[in-house]
């Protein structure tokens, strides 16, 4: 079978799909800019997701750029999007937006940069809905200057790694309460240009480097997906990192405006760069299984720079590490 004429076997295409895949992956450039998304999708023949009618999901960050795009689409698939961004304003369009196409959402605003705003978010959230299925921690920023929350926190880490694990950790119950609930963190694929160091996450104000700051706290993004994963493997919850390649939004277009200008029509659409967590946040319960870093709905590796990778016993070691540092930061200071 598969060789001179007729149709090639479904064995030959999900090959050449894999080996695509692996070339794309290996280029970075191909894997991370639209081509990586147009190409998987045509050789893996993607589907449409499920609508997935009253899955209650969370989304942070759903004012602008992926996180509104993913909170429409979420919306047009009959989800409960619980809405979570720092403007009234810009809420209040993207919840009436979905509900003009017939969807439901709520608003909350909150600012996560400000640990208390981050706990007062999750009790109103608790409050209101028994349970969730759901909870994507997309809010996020390159800051080009040192700023500090009001607990005296380096705002890239509160907003990408404590906020996170503040809300996470008190919506608990209702996640539990779901059939195998998701938490899916959205990285970036910079943090792979990025080794995890507890002692260097933080970074001080006289020794800032936005880029390195947002790398190092993205990187901590996936190294607490998968500790959380590790602690709990059956717990009921199931703790993913997704990464969304290179899009144009307008985070990118203020943070990045140079990249933005080069990389231009190469940038994936809003709607390809969420493409994956769609997948991910509509899969059915316990599918497909947490743990991963994704990209273009397949797990990807860790590590590609050779002096960030760390052996399975010293990630697990590093994990650990991670989330006793977050709990006492974030018990002791909001
Ligand atoms: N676009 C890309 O190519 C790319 C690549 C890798 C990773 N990412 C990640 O994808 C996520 C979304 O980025 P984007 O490109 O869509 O950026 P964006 O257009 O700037 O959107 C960021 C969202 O996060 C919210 N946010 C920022 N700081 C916040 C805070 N302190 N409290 C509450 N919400 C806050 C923003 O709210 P406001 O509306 O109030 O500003 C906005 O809704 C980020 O985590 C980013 O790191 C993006």
Sequence with gaps: MGHGHGPPSRSRSLRLAGVTDAVLEWSV??????IGTIVRRRLEHWADPVPRPGRVVVVTGATSGLGKEAALELGRLGCTVVLVGRSVDRLAEVKAAIEADGGTAVSEQADLSDLSQSAALADRIRARFDRLD??????GALLSEYHAGPQGHEVTVTVHVL????????????????????VISMTSGGMYTEAFDLEKLEMRRDRYKGSVAYARAK??????????????????????AVHPGWARTP???????RFARIAGPLLRSPAEGVDTLIWLATSPPGEPGGGQL??????RPLYRVPSTRVDEATELAQGEELLTWLDAATHTEN
């Design 163 to 182: 906020s996170p694990y503040l809300l996470t950790e008190r919506l608990r119950s209702p996640l539990k309460a779901s059939d195998r609930a998701k």
């Design 251 to 257: 985070g990118v277009a203020e943070s990045l405006p």
């Design 134 to 139: 759901v909870l994507i921690h997309n809010a």
């Design 294 to 299: 994704w990209l273009d709905r397949r797990a």
């Design 29 to 34: 450039a191909g894997s991370f800019t639209r």
């Design 219 to 240: 990187r901590a993004q996936v190294v607490l997906a998968r500790a959380w994963q590790r602690r709990a493997p059956d717990g009921g919850i199931d703790f993913s």
